[in-house]
């Protein structure tokens, strides 16, 4: 059963930048239906939508408040996922969760439809 476990940095001041790893273990996903996805919840919000690459990388999406400064990525083995975030914001504090699934349509740009979850990295931006 494939298993996902993120890391990085939690602590960094406003405008810096920091990387997030999504590492997979237990399996191998192998299909171009599969969607990764950053997914984050905010102190006492809900969580919200990050960004989402299509499992080959050739589909790629953003919430607005991250396109131009998120970017999110894989290795060519597919077996890490990263998200790096420029210009960080206090209000990109959070929690961070990497997810993966086979979402339908609809569903991409959410936090629902991924079936695979990691625990989840903390990423605080105070100065």
């Known amino acids: 059963q494939v298993q996902l476990q993120e890391s990085g940095p939690g602590l960094v001041k406003p405008s810096q930048t920091l990387s997030l790893t999504c590492t997979v273990s237990?399996?191998?996903?192998?299909?171009?239906?599969?969607?990764w996805t950053w997914i984050r919840q905010p102190p006492g919000k809900e969580r919200e939508f990050v960004a989402a690459?299509?499992?080959?990388?050739?589909?790629?999406y953003y919430a607005d408040f991250a396109k131009g400064r998120f970017t999110i990525s894989r290795n060519r083995s597919k077996t890490t996922v990263y998200l790096q975030m420029n210009s960080l914001k206090p209000e990109d504090t959070a929690l961070y969760h990497c997810?993966?699934?086979?979402?339908?349509?609809?569903?991409?740009?959410?936090?629902?439809?991924?079936?695979?979850w990691g625990q989840g990295t903390q990423v605080t931006v105070s100065s």
């Open positions: 237990g399996g191998s996903i192998t299909t171009n239906s599969y969607w």
């Open positions: 997810a993966a699934g086979v979402p339908i349509l609809s569903s991409i740009r959410t936090s629902f439809g991924y079936r695979t």
């Open positions: 690459m299509r499992f080959n990388g050739d589909y790629t």
